[in-house]
């Protein structure tokens, strides 16, 4: 079983990816539901939390019912690296997770995210002020390299262990990459088998399905993995490759209830968290994946992208459950 200081986590566990303007608390109490192990923050900037920046404040909020959760910093100045450690201490999530992958120009021209992949003195010194300024356990996410020429995962891996850090994540392409290509997990598997290194690797990029997470299981050999886009809209994911892991069979897919379910609750919280109008508008970005796939969905869809109300939002909701009734019951063979 992996340990992450005092975190002891299952064996081969499942994490959830932090991302921007997705991770956020509502979102992860769904997946915390489906059977995620590990999770995180969005990423805040270092700048952010110093300058006391409302948004940055906010990434801060966790809840007893997450744990265990990281909270995941960013940025290209080690003194702010360091203060900004000090603040996220104060709200003891149960890691700090340092983000050295985010390949978006905006943070890379900041010499943060993926941008610090070509200086691994400065991710050295970055990180080291991190773990000066916190007394929890420090992980490190990130990138095989800047682009195809410069894959340096293996040095990356040894520097950042030597210097105290206690578990790392790799999304297995570059930042040139972007999110597009395939990921290359033999990379990831390189590192897992030097025997210098004794954290624990976790691989990340491109897990979408359950039969995938299996085979790259017993492909690589590696502690655990992450997964990112696959669980926007479909929270199911987690549970599904472990039901999978265990049993060699697939679970049946969520019905349309579950998903109008699933979606209810988000906006809930997520009004409950952000406040009504925020919640709502920002929840709208998320009815498409939840309803991925559905047959004849685009009119609600337009409803509920357009609806300002609540109340409107749980007639929408109960209306599409009443019209796919028929559909679940084919879903789900009855």
């Given amino acids: 079983m992996p340990k992450i200081g005092n975190i002891i986590l299952p064996d081969y566990p499942l994490l ?6 997705v991770s956020d608390p509502p979102f992860r109490r769904l997946c915390k539901m489906h ?3 590990l999770m995180y923050s969005e990423f805040i900037s270092s700048e952010g939390l110093i300058r006391d920046a409302m948004k940055s404040r906010m990434k801060l909020d966790i809840f007893d019912y997450e744990r265990p959760v990281g909270i995941q910093i960013f940025g290209g100045d080690e003194e702010a690296m360091e203060m900004s450690a000090k603040i996220v201490d104060t709200v003891q999530p149960d890691l700090v997770d340092i983000n050295f992958g985010c390949p978006v120009k905006k943070v890379v021209c900041k010499g943060a995210g993926a941008g610090v992949l070509k200086d691994v003195d400065l991710m050295v010194r970055l990180t080291k002020a991190v773990i000066k300024g916190t007394s929890l356990p420090v992980t490190v996410k990130t990138r095989l390299g800047w682009d195809e020429a410069s894959i340096n995962i293996d040095e990356v891996a040894e520097r950042l262990q030597d210097i105290g850090v206690q578990a790392l994540t790799v999304h297995a392409r570059t930042r040139a990459q972007m999110y597009k290509g395939h990921s290359d997990w033999t990379h990831i598997e390189r590192i897992k088998n030097n025997p210098r290194i004794t954290m624990p690797i976790f691989g990340n990029g491109d897990i979408d399905s359950p039969e995938k997470a299996l085979e ?15 669980a926007i809209g479909y929270p199911w994911i987690f549970n599904e490759i472990k039901h999978y892991f265990k049993t060699g069979e697939k679970l049946a897919p969520p019905t349309v209830a579950d998903r109008v379910e699933a979606a209810q609750n ?5 009004m409950e968290w952000k406040g009504e109008r925020v919640g709502i508008v920002e929840m709208r970005r998320h009815y498409t994946n939840y309803f991925k796939g559905i047959q004849d969905f685009k009119q609600y869809k337009q409803r509920l ?3 300002d109300g609540h109340n409107e939002l749980f007639d929408i909701f109960n209306q599409i459950k009443e019209v796919y009734a028929n559909y679940d019951n084919a879903l789900t063979g009855q």
């Fill in 35 to 37: 059977g995620a192990d």
């Fill in 266 to 270: 988000h906006l809930i919280w997520s």
């Fill in 216 to 230: 790259y299981k017993n492909k690589f050999g590696l502690d655990g993995m992450m997964i990112g886009r696959a």
């Fill in 16 to 21: 959830l990816a932090p991302m921007e303007d």
């Fill in 305 to 307: 992208v357009t609806s």
